[in-house]
């Protein structure tokens, strides 16, 4: 007759019990971040329109979307040539916790302009992956999809992240765990001599800092 090994079986079962909770708690961690706050000093609040502004001279007005060269080329992200002009509105919406409408730091976002429409695109945020551009460099554009966090939308999901005393984009999706994600900062590329400033993606540059309006 075979004896039961009663620590055999104990210590896989203990160790997928300790496993099961360090993943609940990181998940819960970041649930539990510290919230995002707009320039009132209130929480930035999922569906709720702002605007985002960036901090200090000299990167322009709130950010909208570029006018785009043709019909099939990307739409790209900006800031406004005028210093003065708020931009175009946009809403936050969480990947985790739909019932909690706040938005916390460091947790993946979906980004959307709800103040503007655009002819065969979505106005949700992206990163813009050109493999034909010997730069590799990756834009933040438009034509993102909303929700349905995985591997399929991984270029969809941004980050809210503290930078000295405002606040800094970020891309480095947790949705997909083996998606090999270039993880890095959202600064301002200028084209060519003073020509457009545009948002992309890069692990050594000095990010945008901004701050949230609420209009």
Not at 48 to 71: D, H, Q
Not at 129 to 143: A, E, P, S, W
Not at 202 to 215: D, Y
């Amino acid at each position: 007759m075979e004896v039961f090994n009663v620590r055999q079986f104990m210590v896989p079962f203990l160790l997928l019990v300790a496993l099961s909770a360090t993943s609940f708690f990181l998940v819960n961690a970041q649930g539990d971040s510290e919230p995002v706050l707009d320039d009132a000093g209130n929480p930035v609040l999922r569906g709720v329109n702002y605007v985002i502004l960036p901090v200090g001279g000299g990167n322009g007005g709130g950010l909208r979307v570029t006018s785009a060269w043709n019909e099939t080329s990307p739409r790209y992200i900006g800031p406004n040539a005028d210093e003065s002009a708020l931009g175009s509105s946009v809403q936050f919406s969480p990947a985790v916790d739909p019932k909690d409408n706040t938005i916390k730091i460091s947790t993946d976002i979906n980004v959307k302009f709800t103040s503007i429409s655009l002819y065969k695109s979505s106005t949700v945020w992206r990163v813009y992956r050109n493999v034909d551009q010997q730069t590799k460099t990756l834009f933040v554009t438009v034509g993102g999809i909303e929700g349905n966090p995985g591997r399929e939308t991984f270029d969809n999901w941004f980050k809210i992240d503290k930078y000295e005393d405002a606040y800094k984009f970020s891309y480095c999706p947790a949705v997909c765990s083996n998606c090999g994600n270039i993880c890095g900062d959202v600064g301002i590329l200028t084209e060519g001599d003073g020509g457009r400033k545009l948002l992309f993606i890069s692990g050594g540059i000095h990010p945008l800092k901004v701050k949230f309006h609420k209009v």
